[in-house]
């Protein structure tokens, strides 16, 4: 359950024109962020479901020889690609109308550009997974899923451990801060905190967007502040500060670590479930496959999975919506300044162009974050409890908060 303070009311940190801005851009994008998950979870379902992912299965692994191998690969990218294909309308829809609020820097061929690589990267990630997995079905149509579980795990600590170094150098360039006041004012916040970190990166952000942003990532040797330019163009210095140490909250109560493990049971559980429904006849029937060492079972696991992930989403978006509150406190207590955090979540809602006050059941459902009215009234409670001035804001009514 969220503990975070909810507004009674609306808040005066925000005039009605940027809150009907960022309300507009919630709905102008909404119908296609999520028509993509809910067409992709169709397409998953009707393949995998049905017979017709048996079919694309067979017909795809025979244009390579119709070994059971090449089914395997071959049906694997098959969808892969389609799914992919199938966001394709869903992400330019978004696009569209994020780059009509001026969230957009990147054009066209950019963007296509990006899709390639992540199609690129799920094939190279996706193909020797399922080679691996359809190993273990040969070796045991029914007991497959126990050593998979274990591998499942040990999977995801490690792509928790690679991802700073092998998928964030592909959409993004990070360059060494240069050396000066900023950075030494966020290398000294870390010393402060107690958290070691190896560099300061600022990364290239503006080649795609306007939105501000900031993280810690990486483990032990491979630590480091990673800061959108975009942030270091438009930000005050100290709210820059601010939003790193949120992200220095992070590393401080281990979040990664914990949500590593966590994300390794949950893996290793979802390989056992799958292992269970797969073995189930009237499962099998439906997607014309044998049993779970056919490839043509392919299509099912998938949509197994997906369905699964969907399922535990609000679950998962619950606890994130904690852990961001749990770090909001920490900048509090590190910085001590609330004001200057009040002024950081204005500037960020404005600039991403945030509802700051959205529905509250597509919170539950979606949001990671607690929302920038939430975590601002938060802030002012923090600062109430020790017995310091509320911060308030003294801007004219129509006057832009950043």
Same mark, same amino acid.
């Given at each position: 359950m969220?503990?975070?303070?909810?507004?009674? $009311?609306p808040t005066?940190d925000?005039?009605p024109a940027?809150r009907?801005?960022g /309300?507009?851009l919630?709905r102008a994008? @909404?119908p296609w962020?999520? *028509?993509g998950?809910?067409?992709?979870?169709a397409?998953?379902l009707?393949?995998?479901l049905?017979?017709a992912g048996a079919?694309?299965v067979t $017909?795809?692994?025979?244009?390579?020889?119709g070994s059971?191998?090449?089914g395997?690969l071959?049906?694997?990218?098959?969808?892969v690609?389609?799914?992919q294909?199938?966001?394709l309308?869903f992400g330019a829809?978004?696009r569209?109308?994020r =780059?009509?609020f001026g969230l957009v820097?990147?054009?066209w =061929?950019g963007?296509?550009?990006?899709?390639l690589r992540?199609l690129?990267?799920?094939?190279?990630?996706?193909l020797p997974?399922?080679l691996?997995?359809?190993?273990?079905t040969a070796?045991s149509p029914r007991?497959?899923?126990?050593p998979?579980a274990?591998a499942a795990? &040990?999977l995801?600590?490690?792509?928790?451990f690679?991802?700073? &170094?092998l998928?964030e150098?592909?959409?993004?360039?990070?360059?060494?801060m240069?050396?000066g006041?900023p !950075?030494?004012?966020?290398?000294a916040?870390a010393?402060?905190d107690?958290?070691?970190?190896?560099?300061v990166l600022?990364?290239?952000?503006?080649?795609?967007?306007?939105?501000l942003?900031a993280?810690?990532?990486?483990?032990?040797a491979? !630590?480091?502040i990673?800061?959108y330019?975009?942030?270091?163009?438009t930000?005050?210095?100290?709210?820059?500060e601010?939003v790193?140490?949120?992200?220095?909250?992070?590393?401080?109560? /281990?979040d990664?670590?914990?949500?590593t493990?966590? *994300?390794?049971v949950? $893996?290793?559980v979802?390989?056992?479930?799958l292992?269970?429904?797969?073995?189930?006849r009237p499962?099998l029937?439906?997607?014309?496959a044998?049993?779970?060492?056919?490839? !043509?079972? @392919?299509?099912l696991?998938?949509?197994?999975a997906a369905l699964?992930?969907?399922l535990s989403g609000?679950?998962q978006?619950?606890?994130?919506?904690r852990?961001?509150?749990?770090a909001?406190r920490?900048?509090?207590e590190?910085?001590g300044d609330a004001?200057q955090?009040?002024?950081m979540q204005r500037?960020?809602?404005?600039?991403n162009?945030?509802d700051?006050?959205?529905?509250?059941?597509l919170e539950?459902?979606?949001?990671?974050h607690?929302? $920038?009215?939430r975590?601002?009234?938060?802030a002012r409670?923090?600062r109430?409890a020790r017995g *310091?001035?509320?911060?308030?804001r003294?801007a004219t009514p129509?006057?832009s908060?950043?």
């Open positions: 969220d503990t975070t303070p909810s507004p009674a $009311a005066p925000f005039t940027e009907a801005r /309300r507009a919630r994008q @909404l962020a999520l *028509g998950r809910l067409a992709g979870l397409l998953t009707l393949l995998g049905t017979p079919a694309l $017909a795809t692994g025979r244009w390579f020889g059971r191998t090449a395997v071959a049906g694997a990218a098959a969808l690609v389609l799914g294909a199938l966001q309308p829809g978004v569209r109308v =780059a009509r820097t990147q054009g =061929a963007w296509a550009l990006d899709a992540s690129a990267l799920a094939l190279v990630l996706f997974l399922v691996g997995l359809f190993a273990l070796w007991r497959w899923w126990l998979a274990g795990a &040990l995801t600590a490690a792509l928790s690679l991802h700073p &170094l998928v150098p592909v959409f993004n360039r990070f360059t060494p240069a050396e006041e !950075r030494t004012a966020l290398l916040l010393e402060r107690a958290v070691r970190v190896r560099d600022v990364a290239d952000a503006s080649r795609r967007t306007t939105a942003n993280y810690v990532s990486g483990f032990g491979t !630590r480091r990673v800061v330019d975009t942030l270091l163009a930000a005050a210095p100290r709210e820059v601010l790193v140490a949120h992200e220095l909250g992070h590393v401080k109560h /281990r990664v670590p914990v949500g493990a966590l *994300g390794a949950g $893996a290793a979802a390989v056992a479930v292992g269970l429904l797969g073995t189930w499962l029937d439906a997607a014309g044998t049993d779970a060492a056919d490839p !043509r079972a @392919l299509p696991l998938a949509a197994l699964l992930g969907a609000p679950a978006c619950a606890v994130s919506r852990i961001e509150a749990r909001d920490h900048a509090l590190l910085t004001e955090f009040v002024a500037r960020l809602a404005l600039a162009v945030s700051v006050d959205p529905p509250r059941l539950l459902l979606f949001a990671t607690p929302s $920038a009215s975590r601002i009234a938060a409670a923090w109430a *310091g001035p509320v911060p308030e003294r129509g006057e908060v950043v």
